[in-house]
């Protein structure tokens, strides 16, 4: 009779054990993810860059997780092509942008057939001459909108930042203005207010200035209007000029001093970002 009763007692307890398991953590981890995302960065121009890079492939699969989707990256860029592709629904470019011919093709491709995309900082970098020289029409000037890159502020400072779109997904969980984390600013040849096809989503707000340090003069901004995140209404994208971490340059170090995504406000931007264009229909 004693071993029958223990054998029951196990056997409920598997059973309740079962129960559980179908309820929760075992269930959550058997669901098919929502969607892919797939990540593309050099990592190789500026430790800031370096920095904010391998911190966003921590960040990265940490809301994945959270958010039930799947976070792969790649500094293959010879990835970038129609039949790899297939398999992401969201595309990000952390730092750099392609240059081969072949990817360019397929990454525009892939965007004016329905893909999604977002791009952070250096990702909208272009300058000729230099290594990134303005070279790539499609991408610069009707894509991003903003031509070549014409300044920055130095060094890499917090600024008080101003939701423009409040209703829009990826901000309508903002609040009207928050204090972003350091960063590198960006200043643009074009003025994204004049091109209709641009939604500006969020700009640096005006009592951010003085904003940067120096030394020199030209690095710090006095006034003006500065968009940092923004989309284009004929594709599924966002650019966020975030992702650029402080550096220990002066001392030698190289050590990070900051950290892009060390801010839970303007982690909710991007968080909400992607799953807008995850489910975004064009």
């Given at each position: 009779?004693?071993?029958?009763?223990?054998r029951?007692?196990?056997?409920?307890?598997?059973?309740l054990?079962?129960?559980?398991?179908?309820?929760?953590?075992?269930?959550?981890?058997?669901?098919k993810?929502?969607?892919?995302?797939l990540?593309?960065?050099?990592?190789k121009?500026?430790?800031?860059?370096?920095s904010?890079?391998h911190?966003?492939?921590r960040?990265?699969?940490?809301?994945?997780?959270?958010?039930?989707?799947?976070?792969?990256?790649?500094?293959?860029?010879?990835?970038?092509?129609?039949?790899?592709?297939?398999?992401?629904?969201?595309?990000?470019?952390?730092?750099?942008?392609?240059?081969?011919?072949?990817?360019?093709?397929a990454?525009?491709?892939?965007?004016?057939?329905?893909g999604a995309?977002?791009?952070?900082?250096?990702?909208?970098?272009?300058?000729?001459?230099?290594?990134?020289?303005?070279?790539?029409?499609?991408?610069h000037?009707k894509?991003?909108?903003?031509?070549?890159?014409?300044?920055?502020?130095?060094?890499?400072?917090?600024?008080?930042?101003?939701?423009?779109d409040?209703v829009?997904?990826?901000?309508k969980?903002?609040?009207?203005?928050f204090?972003?984390?350091?960063?590198?600013?960006?200043?643009?040849?074009?003025?994204l207010?004049?091109?209709p096809?641009?939604?500006?989503?969020?700009?640096i707000?005006?009592?951010?200035?003085?904003?940067?340090?120096?030394?020199?003069?030209?690095?710090?901004?006095?006034n003006?209007?500065?968009p940092?995140?923004?989309?284009?209404?004929?594709?599924?994208?966002?650019?966020?000029?975030?992702?650029?971490?402080?550096?220990?340059?002066?001392?030698?170090?190289?050590?990070?001093?900051?950290?892009?995504?060390?801010n839970?406000i303007?982690?909710?931007?991007?968080?909400?970002?992607?799953?807008?264009?995850?489910?975004?229909?064009?």
């Amino acid at each position: 009779m004693k071993f029958f009763i223990n054998r029951s007692v196990r056997l409920a307890s598997f059973l309740l054990l079962l129960i559980a398991c179908y309820t929760s953590d075992c269930f959550a981890q058997s669901r098919k993810a929502k969607f892919k995302v797939l990540a593309f960065y050099t990592a190789k121009n500026d430790q800031a860059h370096i920095s904010y890079v391998h911190e966003a492939n921590r960040f990265f699969p940490k809301i994945a997780l959270e958010n039930n989707f799947t976070y792969d990256s790649t500094s293959d860029w010879s990835k970038l092509n129609a039949e790899f592709l297939s398999k992401y629904q969201v595309v990000l470019f952390l730092d750099t942008r392609p240059e081969a011919p072949e990817q360019r093709a397929a990454f525009q491709k892939y965007m004016e057939n329905g893909g999604a995309w977002m791009g952070f900082h250096f990702a909208a970098f272009a300058l000729t001459p230099s290594t990134y020289n303005q070279d790539w029409d499609w991408y610069h000037e009707k894509f991003l909108g903003s031509g070549q890159y014409a300044s920055n502020t130095w060094r890499p400072t917090s600024a008080v930042l101003r939701v423009e779109d409040s209703v829009f997904p990826a901000t309508k969980n903002l609040p009207v203005t928050f204090k972003s984390s350091p960063n590198e600013w960006y200043r643009w040849e074009h003025d994204l207010r004049k091109n209709p096809d641009i939604k500006i989503l969020l700009s640096i707000d005006s009592t951010s200035f003085p904003l940067g340090t120096g030394p020199k003069q030209h690095e710090i901004w006095q006034n003006g209007y500065y968009p940092v995140v923004w989309t284009n209404k004929n594709f599924k994208m966002l650019y966020l000029n975030m992702g650029h971490n402080d550096i220990d340059y002066e001392n030698k170090t190289n050590k990070t001093l900051s950290y892009t995504f060390d801010n839970q406000i303007q982690n909710k931007l991007i968080v909400d970002g992607l799953l807008w264009l995850a489910n975004h229909k064009q």
